[in-house]
């Protein structure tokens, strides 16, 4: 039996592995993550410079120009602005305007001490703006405290930044503030193809369950080996090939970093903020070790009980459309499981959060979210993966009850219905 | 040898075979009757160890049927059990590994019944490609390629022409030849008749023909008498006790009656007239099986 066992599991990777469909989404799935990594080589290449620097020319009738420049220096990033005098009159400098400069007018006040003109060829983005319109208000300030003829040192002093010294109480905490930008941004792009991962894996193994099943050719299966077995070789064979996928979209990654890195390497930093994950990896120590490995557990567990109810279903149904009306609601759930854990910082350590975290099929999403959030601990972790091991035994343990019902059930009662029926039954 | 005892299958309310017995000896084509949803596909079904009945056993040489015994038991199921999208040797292949063969047996024996059914050409061709005939062709292969004990098949002629239903039917006969034990149903009574030594009529999943095809015919009472001739009185006929019914088909004309004894009534009568054929018939098992069916329904 285990013999028949390893070769329908056998079949059914190769079956995967060798398809048309797996090598040409692979091509694409390379090509994409290539193009990913170095979008802006890309940009650069066809005459565009997505990490061009925003040149600010600044004409000064308020002699406010060091002061202007050196607080657009402490709100912005160096790499993104650069900033330049010129005494040239505007309207040369308004005709000559490019689409990555901003000329900015400072003129003196009486009243307000400083006023300014803000001119560009197309919209200014939001961030730039703001940026400008912080660098402007803090120069008035100064302005305006230098025209009251305060003291140079306490004007120093109101001007420095105020200390602020942290204390955290609950040390589980491993964020800060970087953490919900993180989740916001980078986390959903992380996180994607794990989503979309298992999506391909429902389908793929109520698609092979159903296809056995409508073109009657389940019959020969089963009479040959048991339902179990049959079912287990699809989930197995199913899960080598989601891990593999998964591996190759990671060897896809480390590929496109070596192409960005031989393209000059600047490319990839403007895509993803590697810095601000690694770093929230760094605050998390010792605790590392042990969350990757639980993670990667509660994944492969995730991966098993999407299958195994896959095929479950699958198993009810007499046609294409049948799976399709069924699998909806593992659909629902995955999605459910996304988004919960996209917006998982909004929650900020809700009950209902922490115990979504614990549900199977959502955990997966939302524990490892909550526990880089710090909002869970290891221990919640675990409990997960406990918590997913009982639903699977439990899945199992009725599942195939249903599933061994259901392979030659060819009703044409409700899908439901028969689902329903399926449990009552004894053989 | 397959026997099968007393087995009872229920779904619910309804009974779908009540306290069916039979045995199939070495060798010998056994036919499964009945009309569509009389409890054939599960019989199939039991015997082929998908179901468990609620009462009853089904044993093969004296074991019960389990996942180590199916691999002697060959089936063609009336709808065709393939997967279109497999090549035909990616499909033998999966089918014959399962019943436990090895890659080299399974492509030996694959060339020999592609060239038997003068079809090996299409090794490599994928199932959906092939004409209905050279499906049902491929599905009749996979059923026998591991040469098993018990061969079940239902509706084996499906889509078959009569060169290639003639090619099967020899190749049927082969295998009872080396004693495979043989189950056949089909709704084509001719086969059954062509066929089987022994029959089983199912109705609502109780058996209520079992035995010889000989002794069944035999044992019908209604007989058929054909005869051909000039002036012979149709009316006389129709007013003898125990004629059923007279039609003229063609030259020749079919009379039914009640019983065997009516015939030497009917021979009184047209013996004077200028008489070329007189035929006295057993019933065919299509008007058995009409008749019999009809029985319950009523």
Redesign the interface.
């Known amino acids: 039996?285990n013999k028949?066992f390893w070769?329908l599991t056998k079949?059914s990777f190769n079956k995967k592995v060798k398809s048309k469909w797996f090598i040409i989404t692979n091509i694409i799935l390379l090509v994409a993550i290539v193009i990913l990594f170095n979008i802006s080589a890309i940009i650069e290449f066809f005459g565009g410079d997505f990490d061009a620097k925003t040149n600010i020319i600044v004409v000064d009738n308020a002699n406010a120009y060091e002061i202007f420049a050196s607080n657009l220096t402490n709100f912005a990033d160096n790499e993104d602005y650069s900033i330049s005098k010129s005494n040239e009159d505007i309207e040369t400098l308004k005709n000559n305007l490019a689409s990555a400069e901003l000329l900015i007018v400072l003129n003196s006040s009486p009243t307000e001490y400083l006023t300014s003109e803000l001119i560009s060829l197309d919209k200014v983005d939001n961030l730039t703006y703001q940026i400008i319109l912080q660098a402007l208000n803090s120069t008035k300030s100064t302005i305006g405290m230098i025209a009251s003829d305060i003291d140079p040192e306490v004007l120093a002093n109101i001007s420095a930044s105020i200390t602020v010294e942290r204390t955290i109480i609950n040390d589980s905490a491993t964020t800060d503030e970087n953490m919900d930008m993180i989740m916001s941004s980078v986390f959903p792009t992380l996180i994607l193809p794990f989503f979309m991962l298992i999506i391909f894996l429902v389908q793929m193994v109520g698609g092979e369950v159903c296809?056995?099943k409508t073109?009657?050719?389940?019959?020969?299966?089963?009479?040959?080996?048991?339902p179990k077995v049959h079912l287990l070789s699809k989930v197995l064979a199913s899960n080598i090939f989601v891990i593999l996928q998964s591996i190759l979209l990671i060897l896809y990654c480390v590929i496109a970093y070596v192409v960005s890195i031989a393209l000059g390497g600047a490319s990839l930093s403007s895509t993803f903020d590697f810095a601000s994950i690694f770093s929230v990896f760094g605050q998390m120590g010792n605790t590392i070790f042990l969350v990757i490995p639980v993670t990667i557990i509660l994944i492969i567990l995730s991966f098993l009980s999407y299958a195994i109810v896959a095929g479950i279903l699958a198993s009810m149904t007499v046609n294409i459309e049948d799976f399709n009306q069924l699998q909806t609601p593992i659909m629902l759930l995955s999605i459910a499981g996304y988004y919960l854990a996209v917006m998982a910082a909004m929650f900020d350590g809700s009950i209902f959060i922490r115990i979504i975290s614990y549900i199977p099929f959502l955990s997966v999403f939302i524990s490892p979210t909550l526990f880089v959030l710090g909002q869970i601990t290891i221990f919640d972790m675990l409990l997960s993966v406990l918590i997913l091991i009982l639903f699977i035994f439990i899945l199992l343990k009725f599942g195939l009850k249903v599933y061994k019902s259901g392979i030659?059930n060819y009703f044409s009662d409700k899908v439901w219905s028969r689902l329903f029926k399926a449990f009552r039954t004894k053989? | 040898m397959l026997k099968v005892e007393g087995i009872t299958k229920r779904y619910g309310e309804i009974v779908a075979v009540d306290n069916l017995s039979f045995t199939v000896a070495k060798g010998e084509i056994f036919g499964l009757l009945g009309e569509n949803g009389a409890g054939k596909t599960t019989t199939f079904r039991i015997i082929m160890g998908l179901l468990e009945p609620d009462s009853g056993k089904v044993t093969l040489d004296g074991k019960k049927i389990d996942y180590d015994l199916s691999s002697k038991i060959g089936f063609v199921t009336e709808e065709r059990s393939l997967l279109t999208k497999l090549t035909v040797l990616e499909q033998i292949e999966f089918y014959a590994t399962l019943k436990g063969m090895n890659k080299k047996d399974i492509q030996e024996k694959l060339d020999y019944w592609l060239k038997y059914f003068e079809i090996p050409e299409y090794k490599n061709r994928k199932i959906k490609e092939l004409s209905k005939g050279n499906q049902q062709k491929i599905q009749f292969i996979s059923a026998i390629i591991h040469e098993p004990k018990l061969l079940i098949l239902d509706e084996p002629f499906t889509g078959l022409d009569p060169i290639n239903v003639k090619l099967i039917k020899d190749a049927i006969y082969s295998l009872k030849e080396k004693g495979c034990s043989i189950i056949f149903s089909s709704h084509q009574m001719e086969y059954i008749e062509d066929f089987c030594e022994k029959l089983i009529l199912l109705v609502k999943g109780k058996a209520i023909l079992n035995g010889s095809l000989q002794e069944i015919k035999e044992s019908y009472a209604k007989k058929t008498i054909l005869i051909k001739g000039k002036n012979i009185d149709i009316a006389a006929l129709k007013k003898v006790k125990g004629v059923i019914n007279v039609e003229k088909i063609r030259d020749e004309l079919k009379v039914s009656i009640a019983t065997k004894d009516v015939a030497s009534q009917v021979f009184n009568i047209v013996k004077d007239a200028d008489i070329t054929k007189y035929d006295v018939i057993d019933a065919s098992l299509n008007e058995i099986f009409i008749a019999k069916v009809g029985e319950v329904h009523e």
């Open positions: 039996m028949k070769y079949l296809e056995e073109t009657r050719s389940m019959e020969i299966i089963i009479s040959n080996v048991s030659l053989n």
